[in-house]
């Protein structure tokens, strides 16, 4: 089977129109599909920017909502702007480093992006994060400890810089196995189609 | 005939894969195309940036290249990257104003395009615009005298200042008649299809 890395960070409004369809496009595609959260953060700054592309060029971001207005209506999909934009995906980020490790990044990451763009939550808010993990049939106290330990910090820091050494420079950000890169939900077809023709090259 | 506007400017290279298009898939929608060449300078320039942000942002233009190869490759389109990227597009987009007035703005485009991106030919160089504007049956003396005339700069000055007001902050992009805006050419056939929709409700 072929597969294709994932990745995304919790605040970032493209990567909530691919979270709510890769699972159900990547099987489809007969693709298996590994989930890498990271902070876009660190990558904006090391672009030179204190936030979000959308903040800094009000233009672009005024197009960003409509853009996705328009793509969620035509998915059936709920979609609201956080307030504040971008969200401080920090703490749902460490979460995802111990959702990872124990196998539940998949569901996790899905119900951290409906709750912050159809739901209307704070995923900053801790209240709000242990119902996602307690809906997820996980203890809340466990979990929250578990992503406040220096490994998982050091998780996160390290999925963050390995992004950037990729030539990661925004989110969604799909690899195909052969490293080929695809930026954007409107590349997700594309990258699904590549990683399967990838897998089916025989080896030389 | 519902009709769409084309927002472009020679240097940009996702213009290029647009300009290639539109005619046929717009007339395949029964929608009009109107031309609308402009300057991207001015408008880098209000956000803060002196050049194109593929050259401020070395991954993100490393990737839009591969980007551009891979739609390229599956359209069946040559594309080699300009030296030095972007190219110097104010002579082209003068003539382009000629054009405008004179009614030859479509096939100029394509040419003017295809002269850059499939034949690396500099679209800055005078011998490449008299080719162009000679190919298509003008007189290139004529046409160069035409092209900078006060009123041919005054018409290029004021189609970018038109651009920057009604929100357009990359090329290339659509307007439909209503206003509604569209980045991108991956965002072309989504155009169409809302001039096409916009065109067919009734007027209240």
């Known amino acids: 089977m072929s597969k294709i890395a994932f990745w995304y960070d919790f605040a970032s409004t493209y990567s909530y ?9 990547a099987a489809s595609h007969k693709v298996h599909v590994s989930y890498h959260p990271f902070l876009l953060g660190p990558i904006f700054k090391a672009q030179g920017l204190d ?16 853009d996705i207005e328009r793509i969620s209506a035509s998915r059936g999909l709920p979609f609201h702007m956080p307030e504040p934009f971008p969200a401080h995906s920090l703490n749902a980020a460490r ?11 998949a569901p996790f990451t899905k119900a951290i992006f409906a ?4 739901d209307r939550a704070d995923i900053a808010a801790q209240d ?17 400890a578990a992503a406040s330990t220096p490994e998982s ?37 594309q990258a699904l189609a590549w990683a399967k023709n990838s897998a089916q090259k025989p080896v030389a």
């Open 17 to 25: 129109l691919s979270a709510m369809r890769i699972e159900a496009l």
């Open 51 to 66: 936030t979000s592309p959308f903040v800094v060029n009000p233009a672009k971001g005024h197009y960003m909502v409509r």
């Open 95 to 105: 979460i995802g480093m111990v959702a990872v490790t124990e196998g539940w990044i």
């Open 115 to 118: 709750a912050e763009f159809a």
């Open 128 to 144: 709000v994060l242990d119902r996602v993990v307690a809906d997820l049939g996980h203890d809340p106290a466990r979990v929250t």
């Open 153 to 189: 910090k050091m998780a996160l820091r390290e999925a963050t810089a390995t992004a950037g050494q990729i030539g990661i420079f925004g989110a969604p950000t799909f690899i195909a196995p052969d490293g080929e890169l695809f930026w954007g939900d409107d590349r997700l077809e």
